[in-house]
């Protein structure tokens, strides 16, 4: 079986936004890191922005517009680090930069991985098709990245987002002790591999 998927389209059309002078792209609504348009007073969030079309997304964004618009100070949207998830079987879960991009920006980098095989929560399961890659600043150990495939890796992506925004390291994620049996095991051994220190590997 294929699953095709044509993606997002979105539905900006009789909103009005010629006449009040609101700036559309091919993608939707030309908006800044605030999610402010081109037009003074005016925000758009969601779907319509062409960013990336998830709920968590538009619930971020929409915060990011309030707190702007009643002049506080947000964090501007950062749509790198923003989890990306796919809930198929089995799951697809990322953020931040693929081995690829960080070498192009010009990183030096390590990768750690670790397959879901080797995992006992996994094991108990029966859902050992998957894996945990990290991306990692050869140079600082920081975390530039993560990619997974696997059983609830989507549960997994809170952790490596909050040690990405603490600029957590490897050698930090390895450190830290992890229940067992668990799938979050599969961080741990990961960020242990980009050392070249992982155990159950």
Same mark, same amino acid.
Request: without cysteine.
């Given at each position: 079986m294929v699953l095709v998927a044509v993606g997002v389209q979105p539905n900006i059309e009789e909103l009005g936004l010629d006449a009040a002078g609101v700036a559309?792209?091919?993608?939707?609504?030309?908006?800044?890191?605030?999610?402010?348009?081109? @037009?003074?007073? @005016?925000?758009?969030?969601?779907?319509?922005?062409? /960013?990336?079309?998830? $709920? +968590? @997304?538009?619930?971020?964004? $929409?915060?990011t517009a309030v707190e702007h618009i009643m002049g506080m100070e947000p964090q501007p949207m950062d749509y790198v680090n923003m989890p990306r998830t796919t809930y198929c079987n089995p799951q697809i879960a990322s953020f931040g930069l693929t081995e690829a991009q960080a070498r192009e920006q010009g990183y030096e980098v390590n990768v750690g991985v670790f397959n879901a095989l080797a995992?006992? /929560?996994?094991?108990?399961?029966?859902?050992?098709?998957?894996?945990? /890659?990290?991306?990692?600043?050869?140079?600082?150990?920081?975390?530039?990245?993560? +990619?997974?495939?696997?059983?609830? @890796?989507?549960e997994l992506l809170g952790e490596l987002s909050m040690t990405r925004m603490l600029e957590g390291t490897t050698l930090e994620l390895g450190w830290t002790? +992890?229940?067992h049996p668990s799938l979050s095991e599969m961080l741990k051994e990961a960020a242990l591999s980009a050392q070249g220190r992982a155990v159950h590997m």
């Open positions: 559309v792209d091919r993608s939707g609504i030309v908006v800044d890191e605030f999610l402010a348009t081109n @037009v003074p007073g @005016v925000y758009a969030i969601g779907d319509v922005t062409g /960013k990336m079309p998830l $709920a +968590h @997304v538009a619930s971020a964004q $929409a915060v995992n006992g /929560k996994a094991l108990a399961m029966g859902e050992t098709e998957g894996m945990v /890659k990290l991306v990692v600043d050869a140079r600082y150990g920081e975390l530039l990245g993560g +990619h997974m495939i696997g059983p609830e @890796v989507t002790v +992890h229940a």
